[in-house]
């Protein structure tokens, strides 16, 4: 199971896709407590971030990465795109779920 992770316009409209899906090595360490925002991503539907997100989300994004070494490059990816996103206006990190 994976996501589909894509930046959207304000309009919806995709401006970015990942090359394939976003697939953990273990997507149960998503339950984590600790995450202000990875906890509550939906493996099944959809989970949009916002300008308001991007710090919180890029922080634990980072803490995932040194829990899933073996994720690391897709995690970056992951991490890149919600900086693009942090630098620009009207612009959203949308993870589409199976």
Same mark, same amino acid.
């Given at each position: 199971? *994976?996501?589909?992770? $894509? $930046?959207?316009?304000?309009? *919806?409209?995709?401006?970015? %896709?990942?090359? *394939?899906?976003? $697939?953990?090595?273990?997507?149960? +360490? ?27 989300l +890029? ?15 897709? +995690?970056? %990816?992951? +991490? ?9 206006i ?6 589409? *779920?199976?």
């Open positions: 199971m *994976g996501w589909t992770v $894509i $930046i959207e316009d304000e309009e *919806g409209n995709a401006k970015k %896709t990942m090359p *394939g899906e976003f $697939i953990l090595s273990d997507e149960e +360490i998503l339950s984590n407590e600790n995450f202000r925002l990875l906890k509550y991503v939906d493996p099944y539907g959809d989970t949009t971030f916002n300008a308001f997100m991007f710090e919180d +890029i922080k634990d994004l980072k803490e995932l990465k040194t829990l899933l070494p073996t994720d690391k490059k897709q +995690i970056d %990816t992951v +991490i890149n795109y919600a900086k693009e996103c942090n630098d620009e009207h612009t959203y990190l949308k993870l589409y *779920g199976d």
